[in-house]
């Protein structure tokens, strides 16, 4: 009978998980409606902001011999610092989420240490904060409740830092790296080169632009507009992260329901074998006693 109460008591506590994973599912559920609204507006502005940068860029490049002369647009071939900055989940239980971040950057810093560039890690996430020191890593930057509370002074922030360093010659190159939200099934990680400034498509933007700048204005304009485009670039960074996050808890929690559901069955099942077991012993007790007594 120990055995049955022990099996019972297990039933119990399984249940009770289930019923903690389920309820994290529909609070994720309900977090990822409202993150994935705020993410999907972000992303047009962003975009717009891209293209913006890209028109401009282009019409300095097609006016001045030289191009565009913004200390951001200089990609330096061999860079001696490079600023990694990386967005993680403050909290876990989110399955693989920030796995898929944590090996981008370790890839990137074995890249450019063989290069014998020195990384500094600017960690935006409890999560890839604790994973680097357990390594034994040195983090340049430690942000901690930014991920999961995004805001764009938050953004401006901890990116603002960064291009600051890199205006006082302090890096030579600042790369973002972070997983964002894809569907409701799917995260994408992105890496995103921030400086030098990718204007890869700046020509074909020329084309159908209809800006008109008057020339004194046009490299303060630039300069203005590539810091916002690095602020709001963070900031989407910080969204669309939190929105991936509240994805990848959702897909978690919901298998660990499952898998609890599965573990109340094969328990139940094995109680009710038990329970058989007992009784069958026990009626073998009585009719060998009364066996006995004739």
């Known amino acids: 009978m120990a ?18 994973t389920r309820a994290m599912k529909l609070v994720s559920t309900a977090k990822l409606k409202r993150a994935e609204i705020v993410a999907k507006k972000s992303k047009a502005y962003a975009t717009h902001l891209t293209k913006m940068l ?3 860029a282009a019409k300095i490049n097609s006016a001045k011999e030289g191009g565009a002369s913004s200390k951001f647009f200089n990609d330096v071939a061999n860079p001696k610092v490079v600023d ?3 967005v993680t989940a403050d909290k876990g239980l989110c399955g693989g989420f920030n796995v898929q971040t944590i090996k981008r950057v370790s890839s990137l810093i074995d890249e450019y240490q063989n290069k014998g560039a020195v990384v500094r890690l600017r960690a935006v996430g409890k999560k890839g904060i604790e994973f680097f020191k357990f390594k034994g890593l040195e ?8 991920s999961s509370a995004p805001t764009y002074e938050k953004a401006q922030e901890v990116i603002g830092e960064a291009v600051e360093e890199f205006l006082d010659g302090k890096s030579d190159k600042i790369i973002l790296v972070y997983n964002g939200y894809l569907n409701m099934l799917t995260q994408d990680l992105k890496q995103l080169n921030l400086i030098p400034v990718d204007v890869a498509g700046a020509e074909a933007a020329e084309s159908s632009s209809a800006m008109e700048i008057e020339a004194d204005d046009e490299e303060k304009m630039l300069d203005e507009l590539v810091k916002k485009y690095f602020e709001y670039n963070m900031y989407y960074a910080l969204i669309d992260s939190l929105a991936a996050e509240h994805s990848a808890r959702m897909q978690a929690m919901d298998a660990a329901t499952n898998n609890a559901k ?10 009710n074998k038990a329970r058989q077991e007992a009784i069958t012993t026990e009626l073998i007790e009585i009719i060998s006693g009364m066996e006995a007594l004739k």
């Open 84 to 86: 990694i900055v990386f």
């Open 3 to 20: 055995n049955l109460k022990e099996i019972k008591r297990n039933i119990k506590s399984v249940k009770n998980t289930q019923k903690t």
């Open 139 to 146: 983090l340049y930057k430690e942000y901690v409740n930014y």
């Open 54 to 56: 890209n028109e401009l």
């Open 262 to 271: 599965e573990r109340v069955n094969q328990l139940t099942i094995a109680y």
